[in-house]
Nanobody, 120 residues
Framework: QVQLVESGGGLVQAGGSLRLSCAAS????????MSWYRQALGKTRELVAT???????NYSDSAKGRFTISRDNAKDTVYLQMSSLKPEDTAVYYC??????????????WGQGTQVTVSS
């Protein structure tokens, strides 16, 4: 069984920074892309950033220049460093990963989400 657990969310003032972490655990054999999504109240979930196994990165327009995604393959962990936060960044942030597990299949796994609230 594979689990993704996020941490690092919280309340921050506009202009501040937060670092989110997401650790994958369980019967993992390999991990390809790892991503962060977010979902604001009343809105659909949107992709924020992705990092491939080769550490190529891609960002949404709203995240470019402010957020940095990184990963530690030894720890099966992905990070999202967020700076210059704005009230519109307020959302539940979800981790997603493409994982090859002991079931010998690739699957998309989600974390439970962590709340980020940016006050003005």
């Amino acid at each position: 069984q594979v689990q993704l657990v996020e941490s690092g969310g919280g309340l921050v003032q506009a202009g501040g920074s937060l670092r989110l972490s997401c650790a994958a655990s369980g019967s993992i054999l390999s991990i390809r892309a790892m991503s962060w999504y977010r979902q604001a109240l009343g809105k659909t979930r949107e992709l924020v950033a992705t990092i491939t196994g080769g550490r190529n990165t891609n960002y949404s327009d709203s995240a470019k220049g402010r957020f940095t995604i990184s990963r530690d393959n030894a720890k099966d962990t992905v990070y999202l460093q967020m700076s210059s936060l704005k009230p519109e960044d307020t959302a539940v942030y979800y981790c997603n990963a493409n994982i090859y597990s002991s079931t010998l299949t690739w699957g998309q796994y989600w974390g439970q989400g962590t709340q980020v609230t940016v006050s003005s």
